[in-house]
Nanobody
Framework: VQLVESGGGLVQPGGSLRLSCAAS????????MRWYRQAQGKERELVAT????????NYEDSMKGRFTISRDNAKKIVYLQMDSLMPEDTAVYYC?????????WGQGTQVTVSS
């Protein structure tokens, strides 16, 4: 199982980024996926979830209306579109999948929101 995040970077407040998580080593279309983030000195927190088909999504309250999770099962990629970014969104963003009770994480991608 491999999860590889990309798309992070430095963006000004109010800007946008789209993160990608490329998956391999498992039947991607059969599993729900999640995005998490971890700011420096803080615990890792859930950002958004998406069902295996992509029909069902959920967001933490502070991300609702600003972030959009989606997936392309043909490409085996899950996305996180982030709009109206704020400095408090600065964190390392990770994707996660749980297979047969085992949790797999990507290496993360750094998002920095600063002027």
């Amino acid at each position: 199982v491999q999860l590889v995040e990309s798309g992070g970077g430095l963006v000004q407040p109010g800007g946008s980024l789209r993160l990608s998580c490329a998956a391999s080593g498992f039947t991607f279309s059969s599993y729900g996926m999640r995005w998490y983030r971890q700011a420096q000195g803080k615990e890792r927190e859930l950002v958004a979830t998406i069902s295996s088909t992509g029909r069902t999504t959920n967001y933490e309250d502070s991300m609702k209306g600003r972030f959009t999770i989606s997936r392309d099962n043909a490409k085996k990629i899950v996305y996180l579109q982030m709009d109206s970014l704020m400095p408090e969104d600065t964190a390392v963003y990770y994707c996660r999948v749980v297979l047969y009770g085992h949790t797999y994480w990507g290496q993360g991608t750094q998002v920095t929101v600063s002027s």
